[in-house]
T-cell receptor
Framework: NAGVTQTPKFQVLKTGQSMTLQCAQDMNHNSMYWYRQDPGMGLRLIYYSASEGTTDKGEVPNGYNVSRLNKREFSLRLESAAPSQTSVYFC????????????FGQGTRLTVV | SQQGEEDPQALSIQEGENATMNCSYKTSINNLQWYRQNSGRGLVHLILIRSNEREKHSGRLRVTLDTSKKSSSLLITASRAADTASYFCATGSNYGGATNKLIFGTGTLLAVQP
């Protein structure tokens, strides 16, 4: 069983380029999340999706867009990458949102030069 | 700003000792969870305590929650070198009936020396 799968694992972008981080879960979870992790900052919530067809902003949504394509997939898009978006990005899913255990992907290490 | 703040930021102990980490949060919550992260890996769920619970145990883990002080603690007893990791608290709360956000704290880096 795969759990939460993120692609790619590593990416280097030039400033101004765009890209989409993909996330898929096979646990039939309703809620999905995107976080970024920077040294000393812990995990900060970018966007989350309570269910298919809904998305909401988290703590640091600026510069990002998301799509909940279906129940399995939740993508994060950087339209015009900036060096400040260099980070490790984690996708997570949960059965019922913040009230239940969240399962995490292995992360995408993104560097913007 | 982030919901949870962990204390201490870093902790170094000897194998066999107990490790205590604290978490303070800002708003009302439905539950509080603790997660572990090994270097460079995704987070793994350890334990969840609901807002109407005061203490919970799971193996060598003991979690307490004091909603009046908006704080929680995680105790790891008889620590092992394999417990070396970062530990995060996360709060789940309901905003106006909408599904819960899950907001993480800044983490405690635990080093257990063999």
């Amino acid at each position: 069983n795969a759990g939460v799968t993120q692609t790619p694992k590593f990416q280097v972008l030039k400033t101004g380029q765009s890209m989409t981080l993909q996330c898929a879960q096979d646990m039939n979870h309703n809620s999905m999340y995107w976080y970024r992790q920077d040294p000393g900052m812990g995990l900060r919530l970018i966007y989350y999706s309570a269910s298919e067809g809904t998305t909401d902003k988290g703590e640091v949504p600026n510069g990002y867009n998301v799509s909940r394509l279906n129940k399995r997939e939740f993508s994060l898009r950087l339209e015009s990458a900036a060096p400040s978006q260099t980070s490790v990005y984690f996708c997570a899913s949960a059965t019922g949102g913040g009230g239940t255990e969240a399962f995490f992907g292995q992360g995408t290490r993104l560097t913007v030069v | 700003s982030q919901q949870g703040e962990e204390d201490p930021q870093a902790l170094s102990i000897q194998e066999g000792e107990n490790a205590t980490m604290n978490c303070s949060y800002k708003t009302s919550i439905n539950n509080l969870q603790w997660y572990r992260q090994n270097s460079g890996r995704g987070l793994v769920h350890l334990i969840l305590i609901r807002s109407n619970e005061r203490e919970k145990h799971s193996g060598r883990l003991r979690v307490t929650l004091d909603t009046s002080k908006k704080s929680s603690s995680l105790l790891i007893t008889a620590s092992r070198a394999a417990d070396t990791a970062s530990y995060f608290c996360a709060t789940g709360s309901n905003y106006g009936g909408a599904t819960n956000k899950l907001i993480f704290g800044t983490g405690t880096l635990l080093a257990v020396q063999p």
